[in-house]
């Protein structure tokens, strides 16, 4: 039985086979790979997207998707060990867990880190006791990383590329960007957008106001890793000119400096002093024609402004739409 946790546990050939399962199924949506089949999706947190996408894929491939959170009548749950249960929690993960792969082929995890000890935070407790307790597939719907998204958004880099007829990933230019949000955001999808950066063959530069801003060193390792492994680099910057001159793709999102990870105080006047960082028609001019992305939600003109946003260049609704492809990819694959 393989979880799908992170892709740092799948090798590029093995993603590229669910990106190109996932391109078939935009053309044909609709199988029974999932006949029969039943697929748990347990939010923890609120979600537009993920929520949406795989119920809908689920239903597409002839299966059922169970929706639960605390806020639809589940129990609060326990995910420390041994400790004495006399608090809020009604039920531990770990019954949870053996009992639903009781009546699911798989369970999809949201968990949000508490932004409190990113000591305790970075050991992904949540989406770890699903994994080691369900004796089905887990799927990480996002917590402190976002594979699900690493694919939507590498999908779309390689199709427009190929539509545009630039020549595929390896050698070119990929800058992960922060940028400015009025409060701190989890480092998941900027940790997931660097690792699959560096093992689709880019050269990648993280561009960060101060480096407080660095992420997490598992995941500085892990892009290290693969772009070694590519034969390509891996670089840090705080200087924007510098790291979107000849990008080929752009990607911009908001985190947090770890440093001030649940003492957010003395962090604000330093995000609040790089607003600048916007991805912005002078920055996109630099560039190498780039395409330009984010996740979604994005406040307009805070991160991204219209004009860019709303440009040609931008791939964010295909991304968007792609969570959808390779989220039935993944799940075929993890039935297999």
């Known amino acids: 039985m393989k979880h799908f946790l992170n892709t740092a546990d799948y090798t590029r050939a093995e993603i590229a086979a669910m990106l190109d399962d996932a391109r078939a199924m935009r053309l044909s ?190 995941y500085m390792a892990q892009a290290e890793k693969d772009c070694r492994a590519n034969g390509r680099s891996l670089t840090v910057t705080h200087d924007i000119e510098e790291a979107y001159k000849g990008a080929d793709v752009v990607y911009c999102k908001s985190w947090g400096a770890l440093p001030y990870f649940g003492n957010w105080g003395p962090e604000k006047p330093i995000r609040d002093a790089h607003t600048h960082f916007i991805v912005d028609e002078k920055k996109m001019a630099l560039t190498n024609d780039a395409l330009v992305s984010h996740c979604l939600p994005m406040r307009r003109n805070v991160k991204m402004t219209d004009a860019v946003f709303d440009s040609s260049a931008c791939i964010a609704y295909e991304e968007a739409e792609n969570r959808l492809h390779v989220q039935k990819a993944i799940l075929k694959a993890l039935m297999k």
């Open 29 to 218: 949506p609709f199988g029974e790979a999932l006949k029969g089949k039943t697929v748990a999706l347990l939010f923890l947190n609120n979600s537009l997207r993920t929520r949406t996408s795989f119920d809908v894929g689920v239903q597409q491939l002839g299966g059922h998707a169970v929706v639960l959170s605390p806020s639809g009548g589940m129990w609060p749950l326990e995910f420390e060990d041994g400790v004495v249960m006399d608090g809020e929690a009604e039920e531990h993960v770990k019954e949870a867990a053996k009992v639903l792969s009781r009546y699911c082929d798989v369970i999809g995890v949201r968990a949000f880190p508490k932004f409190i000890d990113w000591k305790e935070d970075r050991k992904d407790k949540i989406l770890s006791a699903f994994a080691r307790y369900a004796e089905v597939p887990v799927v990480n719907m996002e917590t402190i990383t976002h594979p699900c998204q690493e694919l939507a958004h590498m999908m779309a880099v390689e199709d427009q590329f190929a539509a545009e007829s630039r020549p595929g990933t390896d050698g070119k230019k990929y800058v992960l960007t922060w940028t400015y949000h009025p409060k701190p955001l989890n480092t998941a999808v900027a940790n997931s957008s660097l690792m699959i950066a560096a093992k689709f063959g880019f050269d990648v530069t993280l561009l960060c106001p101060t480096p407080d801003y660095v992420l997490d060193e598992r």
